[in-house]
């Protein structure tokens, strides 16, 4: 059976046009963009086709360049998407084309996918060897080399790596990246041939496996960051936020560190939504996410739970030195900083025919006293939440006022 080298993201209809026109055991279909992003993790295609419909759109076509680096990334829409789609092309999409496809893009797209169209080659693989060769070039000697190298490995992959000699493994062929459970092995010729000799061919084993590294690496790192992020905002989804607090709040226990929890929402975001589009609405929540990342510390944990409701962790990453100081007052002020940055901030989004302000309405819970897990202190944020709303909204409210 042959397997499929065409990911085809498109909404049911223009997926199984497509399969019909391409070839069905060429193409593999997904609506859905997580199960898409899910195969591109998998294994590498020839091609990703995105439909210009699809969920959050220059996201996903950015995801989608990650992963799938050395392939080709393309477009389809309408006419009415072409201005869309034609802008990311370049540092994001190869090229798009216009749905229904022509003839001659039908048959353009089966030359794809039966292999007939070479894939794009790498552009940072000389790049990354004459990093190499800067090593090699400042090494006095074979050890001092491979010292180095297994520094720039590290780097790269965040994986330690360490040296082997090829009669160790059985190796015939050189080189080798053997992965280990918490190391990368690398094999290279090790002989008592002059420096010069040794660091070459040490050089050409490095630079073959370099760019297998560096694509895994990536890979590796993409879904890591597709599984703990909100495709939208970017700030933790509401499971990564859930995993992270329960990580402090089992050390600020031990240490009697300081953790509070704000809840937190956009005052009558549905009229935005309504009024503006979503798509505006969606900019909307990108603009307040990335001011609550600048306004916070660097180590607050900030996250989208749902919706328009986001929850932020303000903690210490060590204990008080005076054990009775309150932490109330802190992340109080924290949290009214961010209250009144988005009070502040012009939305441009909303156009000129809108003030283009917005408020927002929040709640603040305090470890242990409002809550011991982190569904507890949600429970207690979001009645203090529900009072700042009646209150009037544009509001920080404390649990118990």
């Given amino acids: 059976m042959t397997e499929?080298?065409?990911?085809?993201?498109?909404?049911?209809?223009?997926?199984?046009?497509?399969?019909?026109?391409?070839?069905?055991?060429?193409?593999?279909?997904?609506s859905d963009p997580y199960e898409a992003l899910m195969e591109m993790g998998r294994r590498k295609w020839l091609a990703?086709?995105?439909?210009?419909a699809v969920g959050d759109y220059a996201g996903l076509c950015r995801a989608?360049?990650?992963?799938?680096?050395?392939?080709?990334?393309?477009?389809?829409?309408?006419?009415?998407?072409?201005?869309?789609?034609?802008?990311?092309v370049g540092p994001v999409l190869d090229d798009y084309y216009i749905c229904p496809p022509s003839p001659e893009d039908v048959k353009a797209l089966r030359d794809l996918a039966s292999g007939e169209v070479m894939p794009l080659v790498p552009t940072t693989a000389s790049l990354r060897a004459d990093v190499v060769a800067e090593l090699v070039e400042s090494a006095r000697s074979v050890p001092e080399l491979e010292s180095r190298l297994e520094s720039l490995v590290l780097r790269l992959t965040g994986a330690k790596a360490r040296w082997v000699q090829a009669d160790q493994i059985g190796a015939d062929d050189l080189p080798l990246l053997l992965s280990g459970q918490d190391s990368r092995v690398l094999a290279a010729p090790r002989s008592a041939a002059p420096l010069g000799e040794a660091a070459a061919a040490t050089l050409l084993a490095v630079q073959r496996v370099l760019p297998v590294l560096i694509a895994n690496a990536s890979r590796m790192d993409s879904l890591?960051?597709?599984?703990?992020?909100?495709?939208?905002?970017g700030a933790y989804?509401?499971?990564?936020?859930?995993?992270?607090?329960?990580?402090?709040?089992?050390?600020?226990?031990?240490?009697?560190?300081?953790?509070?929890?704000l809840l937190y929402d956009i005052d009558d975001f549905k009229r935005y939504n309504d009024h503006f589009?979503?798509?505006?609405?969606?900019?909307?929540?990108c603009q307040v996410a990335a001011l609550m990342?600048?306004?916070?510390?660097?180590?607050?944990?900030?996250?989208?739970i749902g919706g328009d409701e986001f929850a932020i962790l303000f903690w210490d990453r060590e204990a008080p030195r005076n054990p009775d100081s309150l932490p109330l007052q802190t992340a109080y002020d924290l949290a009214e900083r961010f209250r009144a940055a988005v009070a502040g901030q012009d939305f441009t989004l909303l156009g000129p025919q809108a003030t283009g302000k917005l408020t927002i309405s929040g709640g603040l819970a305090l470890f242990p006293r409002d809550g011991q897990t982190v569904r507890e202190l949600l429970r207690s944020a979001d009645k203090a939440l529900k009072s700042a709303k009646r209150a009037g909204k544009n509001g920080i409210a404390l649990v118990g006022e």
């Avoid at 049911?12 to 497509?18: G, K, V």
């Fill in 64 to 88: 989608s360049r990650r992963l799938q680096a050395d392939s080709r990334v393309l477009g389809l829409c309408g006419v009415a998407d072409e201005m869309q789609v034609r802008q990311l």
């Fill in 293 to 304: 990342k600048r306004v916070s510390r660097s180590h607050d944990i900030v996250a989208r």
């Fill in 224 to 233: 890591h960051r597709l599984a703990v992020t909100d495709h939208l905002t």
């Fill in 277 to 285: 589009s979503y798509a505006v609405g969606d900019g909307i929540l």
């Fill in 237 to 261: 989804n509401r499971r990564y936020f859930y995993t992270l607090t329960e990580q402090v709040l089992a050390q600020a226990r031990g240490t009697r560190g300081r953790v509070a929890l």
């Fill in 4 to 30: 499929p080298t065409l990911l085809v993201i498109a909404q049911p209809s223009l997926a199984s046009e497509l399969a019909e026109q391409v070839g069905a055991d060429r193409v593999c279909c997904k």
């Fill in 48 to 52: 990703v086709l995105i439909q210009a």
